[in-house]
């Protein structure tokens, strides 16, 4: 069985928020694993992918506190969505004591995890993965796979 890959380039800002549109039309469960070098653009569409699912409010990045939780309800359905942003994780073994693997078994949930490499031993594989690259004309490259966008 093969994943679904498909690629694209992002030209603009706009560009994102029109993927992140997107994706929020999926209604995705489970776990994205977004990696890309620093200043990739993996907070700016994380930021767009909840403000498109409904989120009004700022949407912080979780450098320093590892997750930051997202209740979001549509048509009287609660969402929990949790970003994640390992870049600074010391130990994964941290994970287990904050209690994340928990979020993995909550109904409905969407775990959207940067820098999950740096917890690849200890983490469930994802469920989807976004790959992104910033070019040289400060476009990005992206790679999607397991989505298969509409």
Same mark, same amino acid.
């Given at each position: 069985?093969?994943?679904?890959?498909?690629?694209?380039?992002?030209?603009?800002?706009?560009?994102?928020?029109?993927?992140?549109?997107? +994706?929020? !039309?999926?209604?995705?469960? /489970?776990? @994205?694993?977004?990696?890309?070098?620093?200043?990739?653009?993996?907070?700016? *569409? &994380?930021?767009?992918? +909840?403000? !498109?699912?409904?989120?009004? /409010?700022? @949407?912080?990045?979780?450098?320093?506190?590892?997750?930051?939780?997202?209740? *979001? &309800?549509?048509?009287?359905?609660?969402?929990?969505?949790?970003?994640?942003?390992?870049?600074?994780?010391?130990?994964?073994?941290?994970?287990?004591?904050?209690?994340?693997?928990?979020?993995?078994?909550?109904?409905?949930?969407?775990?959207?995890?940067?820098?999950?490499?740096?917890?690849?031993?200890?983490?469930?594989?994802?469920?989807?993965?976004?790959?992104?690259?910033?070019?040289?004309?400060?476009?990005?490259?992206?790679?999607?796979?397991?989505?298969?966008?509409?």
């Amino acid at each position: 069985m093969s994943l679904i890959t498909s690629q694209m380039i992002l030209a603009t800002e706009a560009d994102t928020q029109i993927l992140a549109k997107k +994706l929020a !039309a999926l209604n995705l469960t /489970g776990s @994205v694993w977004l990696s890309g070098d620093l200043g990739a653009g993996k907070t700016t *569409l &994380t930021r767009y992918w +909840l403000q !498109a699912m409904g989120h009004n /409010g700022a @949407v912080k990045s979780p450098t320093y506190t590892l997750v930051e939780p997202y209740q *979001l &309800t549509k048509n009287g359905v609660i969402k929990p969505i949790y970003h994640a942003d390992f870049y600074r994780l010391n130990d994964p073994e941290e994970l287990d004591f904050i209690g994340f693997f928990e979020y993995f078994s909550e109904e409905n949930a969407l775990l959207i995890i940067e820098w999950a490499s740096r917890a690849d031993a200890v983490l469930p594989p994802p469920d989807y993965q976004i790959k992104l690259t910033r070019r040289d004309d400060d476009s990005r490259y992206v790679e999607l796979v397991g989505l298969e966008l509409a």
